[in-house]
């Protein structure tokens, strides 16, 4: 099998999670060397993680937020990009929510590993 490459995450995303999320542009050049790190490595692999954490991930990404949170997402990106998402119940991106399913399948050994990615 191939290596997983940079547009094969984006076509899996793509096929998997809706469309709505599909809102935040990136090439996928971190992500795929998160993928690696964590032993996702091919197209089959990536599919079989997404799929497995579909569920929880639509759940989580419908979850309504904090007051505070939604102030603090009106200032940083505007008053009508969160308004469309409360609207329609929704507010991370592909790139978001492939981290989510990370932290999903590797808990703690992943939440550390983008703890000193982020240098916090």
């Not at 990009?81 to 409360?86: A, K, P």
């Given at each position: 099998m191939e290596k997983l490459n940079q547009n094969e995450i984006y076509s899996v995303l793509s096929q998997t999670l809706p469309k709505q999320n599909d809102f935040f542009e990136t090439d996928y050049a971190e992500e795929l060397q998160e993928l690696l790190d964590f032993g996702i490595d091919t197209k089959s692999t990536l599919e079989n993680l997404i799929v497995k954490h579909k569920e929880s991930l639509l759940e989580i990404d419908s979850e309504e937020l904090e007051e505070s949170e939604i102030n603090s997402y009106k200032e940083?990106?505007?008053?009508?990009?969160?308004?469309?998402?409360?609207k329609n119940k929704f507010w991370f991106s592909y790139s978001a929510l492939l981290r989510l399913a990370l932290e999903l399948e590797f808990d703690e050994k992943y939440i550390e590993y983008s703890i000193k990615r982020d240098g916090l």
């Open positions: 940083e990106f505007g008053e009508e990009f969160v308004n469309e998402r409360i």
